[in-house]
């Protein structure tokens, strides 16, 4: 008998070594999304929960064009799915732009295709680079993959071809560039984006986010898409939620050689743009008209708005250079930047502070109406009158 408890115990002592951890209390994420800060979106209400004129989502202040509304009533029947390849809408991109259809991925916003470009090309060990005060999602993108981000040093708040490129390892497979740059307004011209492409190694995925292009003067395109039809690893994204004026919608769209296409389609969710979304969007494209008259009102008004925000330099208030629909303020005097954010939303207005992407001392405010850009101007000039 007692032979065969000193056998039983010997038994258990070896299948101890195989037990399996114990069970916690809940499922437990992988330590990199743990790692991600969620995206904050732009507020339209106080604290108080009072409803403020929204300045802070670079959404289009001359609302959507009536082609598009109209076609929005028109849209496939909501109880059936949408065309999973977005054929029509992708044909009326291709003739735009002349690109192959074949070449052009839809996805939920340019959001969706900048997650799967570092989902699809970049994982765990390996490195995802973007410009310091860059797009959040970026850093967002990098991490959910399992990646590793990496930060290169601006130039005034814009980006630095040459510091970014010192930052370039055998592990970088990804890299980020918002042209013109969310949040600051900077903007890298044709010659410096063709430097920085050949400079990367042809392994590297450059993925070019011009989701504010359209605000460009023609004459001032910067190359992208011609650098993303004539190489393998470049990849455009683009968004019909700024100047279409297509925000609530959520369509985007990339373009890329046929592998980059091919691998963002494999992992895209099935049916990622409702057929109200292709409806409008197409037909927003049919009225570049409205196109056009957007970017010239966003050009003049934020002229305007800069100039009188340069004429407070002596407050410490400094406008950044931008070629986007927002301009991003910065506080380096008396008046602070928080200040500033909680004092327009006493006057009815809500712009965006971002300490969070490790701007505190600036406020990026939207362009919107000639009477609203005057409005806030008038504001921070009271504002700063009394700081001093």
């Known amino acids: 008998m007692r032979r065969l408890r000193e056998a039983k115990q010997a038994v258990n002592s070896r299948l101890a070594c195989y037990a399996l951890p114990a069970m916690t209390d809940a499922p437990v ?9 969620a995206y904050v979106p732009g507020k339209s209400a106080g604290a108080d929960g009072k409803k403020l004129i929204k300045l802070s989502a670079n959404e289009n202040p001359l609302g959507t064009s009536p082609a598009a509304l109209a076609a929005a009533s028109q849209a ?26 074949a070449l052009i991925v839809m996805g939920a916003g340019s959001d969706e295709l900048l997650n799967l470009a570092a989902q699809g090309y970049a994982g765990p060990g390996d490195e995802v680079i973007y410009v310091r005060y860059g797009f959040s999602v970026y850093d967002i993108a990098a991490r959910r993959c399992g990646a590793t981000p990496v930060v290169t040093p601006d130039a005034d708040y814009g980006t630095d071809v040459d510091a970014l490129l010192a930052m370039v390892t055998e592990r970088t497979r990804v890299v980020f560039i918002a042209n013109p740059n969310n949040p600051t307004g900077s903007y890298l011209p044709k010659g410096e984006v063709a430097r920085l492409h050949a400079a990367l190694p042809t392994s590297t995925l450059l993925v070019l986010d011009q989701a504010y292009s359209e605000y460009i003067a023609p004459e001032d395109d910067d190359g992208a898409l011609a650098l993303a039809q004539a190489h393998e690893n470049v990849l455009v994204t683009r968004t019909f939620s700024k100047i279409y004026g297509l925000a609530g919608e959520r369509i985007g769209w990339a373009t890329g050689a046929p592998g980059l296409v091919a691998t963002l389609n494999r992992i895209r969710l099935p049916f990622n743009a409702s057929s109200t979304g292709q409806a409008m969007a197409l037909a927003a494209l049919g009225d570049q008209a409205f196109v056009e008259s957007t970017r010239l009102h966003n050009a003049a008004e934020r002229a305007h708005f800069a100039e009188r925000i340069a004429a407070l330099g002596n407050h410490g208030l400094r406008p950044l250079p931008s070629e986007a629909n927002f301009v991003m303020v910065l506080f380096e005097g008396a008046l602070s930047a928080e200040a500033a954010y909680e004092g327009l939303m006493q006057a009815g207005y809500i712009v965006r502070w971002l300490p969070g992407q490790g701007l505190p001392q600036g406020l990026r405010i939207t362009i919107g109406t000639r009477e609203q850009m005057d409005a806030i101007a008038d504001a921070l000039t009271e504002m700063a009158d009394k700081a001093r």
Request: charged fraction near 15%; proline fraction near 17%; hydrophobic fraction near 40%.
């Open 29 to 37: 994420p992988k330590p990199w999304i743990e790692a991600i800060h």
């Open 76 to 101: 496939a029947i909501p109880s059936l799915y949408p065309d999973p390849g977005s054929t029509a809408l992708r044909e009326a991109i291709g003739a735009l732009h002349g690109i192959d259809p």
